[in-house]
């Protein structure tokens, strides 16, 4: 049985990294390494859960994560999107510095380079067994995608030894589980078909046969239906091999948790990939109700659960103490994304952005501040941090932990933050939505001039898209109601300094 490092040994971490080319194999030989796992939760907002602040809502698992660790008031992903934020989280580097790393289409090729460098290949390197379990949405194979036959490149050519994931997003088709690059339970005689452009001849859309649609949609989600519910693009065939809309979290728990127990003995990394508070929201049953929020708290309530059974099998495992846990959210919260839910009507004083300005789609610190806390028995402290810390660097941070050399540009190793010793984070970070990018640097955030939408009337969302520039500061207008570009010239002018040397 693995015994929990001790605080020698990490402060001996904390000492090598700064000296990692004299002293990285000494770490890999003598350093009991932990387990790691990353919860990372989908459309969760900083607002949303009960030791962030929330009143009208009550998630006592992931509290004692944070009760227990430390939980940071500046955590940040990347982006304000899924596939950007997913692809720094596993690369550590920029989204912006990809042209293709946009929300992928349901059919879209693989977005992580086989050669770079990911979090899972580094810990692999490492002597840890990998799995990512649940969404992965950074595309698959090379091109035109043949569902019917082994899927590569994907998962497990960037690193993962075990990958059982959605083939794109729970709202997009085709509506299967993909386990190490197979379609789960595909029958041959039944192949799968997937168009994102044409429908199928005969197959029902939620234009065409709306009698069959238990869910409505509002906007984008009209194509096939599956389970009664309408999805972007079209499918046919696979009728076996469809998932259970309602039984996801229960699957992708039931993966995670046979993940730990065949590797209690081994060092491992799982990337729990959670499906939750995204559309369609579908809680299991005896979820449905409990939040008085409709699907969307349900949906939380049903993901606090499944963190707390994952805790429980670590517990009964008797690996708990020797596992560092990061729980975070890959963007900002939305409410209508597509379907008529009630998200809106039932939300009542529950503010899911905290009280920050945005949401999913924006510039405005919603978008991109998400809740972030670490978890390691004997080794992190509770408290909170106020230490500015990204998903990008748990490359550089992890990397330091377990001994391996990081070659990386945007990921910075700020493990003593991560792990409560230092208050200090990074000094900088850029935030991206919808391809275009801002500045947080110390507590002030710089917006640059951008022509577009200040709203994004779909989803009833602040873009932080205006034609001028903006400037905020965080320690005393959190909510980023003072715009104060005209009256600090010189402020601005230093952070679009630091912006542009940042960017070139």
Request: some cysteine; proline content about 5%.
């Amino acid at each position: 049985m693995k015994i929990s490092i001790t605080f020698f040994l990490l402060f001996s971490v904390f000492t090598s990294c700064a000296n990692k080319n004299k002293d990285s194999h000494a770490i890999k030989e003598n350093l009991n390494k932990p387990n790691i796992i990353i919860i990372n939760l989908d459309d969760l907002g900083y607002g949303d859960l009960s030791c962030y602040g929330a009143t009208e809502i009550k998630t006592p698992n992931i509290d004692k994560l944070a009760n227990n660790g430390l939980l940071f008031t500046n955590g940040y992903a990347t982006s304000a999107t899924c596939s950007p934020s997913r692809f720094s989280l596993l690369t550590g580097v920029y989204p912006w510095r990809n042209k293709r790393a946009k929300i992928l289409a349901g059919d879209a090729p693989l977005l992580i380079d086989t050669a770079q460098q990911t979090l899972p290949k580094l810990l692999n390197k490492a002597g840890y067994n990998t799995a990512i379990i649940g969404k992965w949405h950074l595309g698959l194979g090379s091109g035109h995608v043949n569902w019917n036959n082994t899927i590569t490149p994907g998962p497990n050519q960037v690193g993962f030894n075990e990958s059982y994931i959605l083939a794109a997003t729970q709202d997009r088709v085709p509506t299967v589980y993909i386990h190490n690059g197979n379609v789960v339970n595909l029958d041959k005689t039944d192949p799968i078909q997937v168009n994102y452009k044409k429908n199928f001849l005969g197959e029902p859309t939620a234009l065409s046969n709306p009698e069959l649609v238990t869910m409505k949609w509002h906007h984008g989600h009209n194509n096939s239906i599956v389970n009664g519910i309408p999805r972007i693009g079209f499918m046919k065939g696979g009728e076996n091999a469809k998932w259970s809309d309602i039984d996801m979290a229960d699957h992708f728990l039931g993966k995670a948790k046979d993940f730990i127990k065949s590797n209690k003995n081994t060092d491992f990394f799982l990337y729990y990939a959670m499906q939750q508070p995204h559309v369609p929201r579908t809680p299991h049953p005896r979820f449905v109700g409990k939040s008085g929020m409709g699907p969307r708290g349900d949906a939380i309530l049903e993901a606090d659960w499944c963190v707390g059974e994952l805790l429980k099998t670590l517990k009964n495992l008797d690996v708990l103490n020797n596992t560092l846990i990061v729980f975070t959210s890959d963007n900002g919260p939305v409410l209508n994304d597509g379907y008529f839910d009630e998200a809106e009507e039932k939300l009542g004083k529950h503010d899911p952005k905290g009280g920050l300005r945005g949401g999913k789609y924006s510039l405005f610190e919603a978008g991109t501040r998400v809740p972030f806390i670490t978890y390691w028995p004997g080794v992190i402290k509770s408290g909170v941090s106020q230490a500015l810390v990204c998903q990008i660097d748990l490359l550089a941070s992890l990397g330091c932990l377990v001994g391996e050399e990081v070659n990386a540009t945007d990921s910075k190793n700020i493990l003593k933050a991560f792990t409560g010793k230092s208050n200090q984070g990074r000094d900088h970070l850029i935030i991206e939505a919808k391809s275009r990018t801002a500045l947080r640097s110390g507590d002030w955030v710089m917006i640059p001039a951008y022509k577009g939408n200040p709203i994004n009337s779909k989803v009833n969302i602040e873009t932080g898209i205006l034609p001028k520039y903006q400037l905020y500061n965080l320690k005393t207008d959190r909510a980023q109601k003072h715009n104060l570009a005209s009256e600090n010239p010189e402020k601005l002018n230093a952070m679009i300094k630091i912006f542009k040397n940042l960017k070139s």
